[in-house]
């Protein structure tokens, strides 16, 4: 396998530990422009490692990574911000800055990163906060948000600055079935109407299977299954038949 023309995000035999613990063993996996993602694994399988080997918060220890045509392992920091400009990214804890309120949160890469007028930024920050359903709080301060309220802020400045590529870990853990269903539409929404390109860690197998077209399933630190819904439903591998199951 070989990153082409329509490669967003390429694996190739990617390893990673922490000390003695290895949490990747050898990882190969293409997601190509415009698909959807969905990585599925059980608790402490290298899931969120994944997503931060990507936008090259960690480094592997060996193999290599690709984001298009670029690949990341031996960048400089100048060729790497590039690279990561292309990357919206929705952690697990939304990380928000504290300090500053909802609008401040999402306008303020908006001002650092682009030319925009204040105006532009205004509304751009204004409709993505509507999309996601806080259009009310945006004076608020992240630690007066609820819960699904933080997810959803998170989600809201990951898609602020338009990124080619989507990475988000677990963006409905948490919320009720339906706000969980509102946040799946929005990531579909964005796959269909902007091509983004997504990649998603979650648990809920209902949500993964509306919007993700191809799966890979973790375990114990290898990729044991790899395809669309109905080829890890016939895995060989019990642990990905169970996480696909959706009665699971
Ligand atoms: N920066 C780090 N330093 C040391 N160990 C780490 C670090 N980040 C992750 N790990 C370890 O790597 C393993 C995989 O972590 P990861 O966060 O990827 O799990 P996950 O699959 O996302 O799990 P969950 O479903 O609970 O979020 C865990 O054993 C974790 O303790
Ligand atoms: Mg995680």
């Known amino acids: 396998m070989n990153p082409d023309d329509s490669t967003a995000v390429f694996f190739q035999s990617v390893s990673k530990s922490f000390g003695a613990k290895e949490v990747l063993h050898e990882v190969s996996f293409n997601v190509a422009a415009g698909e959807a993602l969905c990585i599925l694994g059980r ?17 592997p220890d060996a193999g290599k ?3 298009e045509q670029d ?17 919206g990214f929705l952690f697990q804890d939304a990380a928000l800055f504290d300090s500053f309120t909802l609008y401040e949160n999402l306008s303020l890469p908006l001002a650092r990163l682009t030319s925009k007028s204040q105006e532009e930024i205004d509304s751009m920050v204004v409709k993505v906060l509507r999309e996601v359903g806080l259009a009310a709080d945006k004076k608020t301060m992240p630690s007066q948000l609820s819960g699904g309220m933080r997810k959803r802020a998170g989600l809201a400045r990951a898609l602020v ?5 989507l990475l988000a870990d677990e963006p409905v853990s948490g919320l009720d079935r339906i706000t969980a269903s509102e946040i799946d539409e929005l990531l579909l929404q964005q796959k269909t109407e902007r091509q983004t390109t997504l990649i998603m860690v979650t648990h809920d197998v209902h949500g993964a299977r ?6 890979v399933v973790f375990d114990h630190g ?3 299954a790899y395809g669309t819904a109905a080829e890890v439903e016939s ?9 696909i199951s959706l009665s699971s």
């Not at 690949?71 to 990357?87: A, D, G, N, Y």
């Not at 600055?161 to 590529?165: A, D, H, Y």
Request: charged residues 30%.
């Open 235 to 243: 895995s060989d591998n019990e642990t990905a038949r169970q996480l």
């Open 65 to 67: 990574i690709w984001i």
């Open 161 to 165: 600055l338009e990124p080619k590529i």
């Open 43 to 59: 608790s402490g399988t290298g899931k969120s490692v994944t997503l931060k080997l990507i936008i090259a918060l960690l480094r």
């Open 71 to 87: 690949e990341i392992t031996t960048l400089k920091t100048e060729e790497l911000s590039r690279v990561r400009r292309k990357i």
């Open 210 to 215: 509306r919007v993700g077209d191809r799966f």
């Open 222 to 224: 290898h990729l044991v």
